[in-house]
């Protein structure tokens, strides 16, 4: 059975950077699709990033395409989400979770797995950004 656990959130100030990193254990990441998801206060999950696990293509959300990166490390069963020039509104519980893909073929089109149709989570990591 697949578990993950994030891990890497804390308090950081305005402008700051933070790497999260999801870590599998009971059963391998490899040929799987990961995808990193923000709760922030009232909201539903967004997906920021998801990486394939086909051939690590990878999918940034716009809301912090240019900020936020993701990568799986080679050899080890981590994916992670290094986070720049962080903002306030950046706040939230950041979840890792993982899926044969990071789209469905739905409707004739590709479209990004929703948080629903991820069937591994981990427990979450909280992430503060001060101004």
């Known amino acids: 059975q697949l578990q993950l656990v994030e891990s890497g959130g804390g308090l950081v100030q305005t402008g700051g950077t933070l790497t999260l990193s999801c870590a599998a254990s009971?059963?391998?990441?490899?040929?799987?699709?990961v995808a990193w998801f923000r709760q922030g206060p009232g909201q539903d999950r967004e997906r920021l990033a998801c990486?394939?696990?086909?051939?690590?293509?990878?999918y940034t959300s716009a809301s912090v395409k240019g900020r936020f990166t993701i990568s799986r490390s080679d050899g080890k069963n981590t994916v992670s989400l290094r986070m720049n020039n962080l903002k306030p509104e950046d706040t939230g519980t950041y979840y890792c979770?993982?899926?044969?893909?990071?789209?469905?073929?739905?409707?004739?089109?590709?479209?990004?797995?929703?948080?629903?149709?991820?069937?591994?989570w981990g427990q979450g990591t909280q992430v503060t950004v001060s101004s």
């Open positions: 979770a993982a899926d044969a893909s990071c789209h469905l073929y739905v409707g004739g089109d590709y479209r990004p797995r929703t948080s629903d149709q991820y069937a591994h």
């Open positions: 009971g059963a391998t990441l490899e040929r799987k699709a």
């Open positions: 990486i394939s696990g086909a051939d690590d293509s990878t």
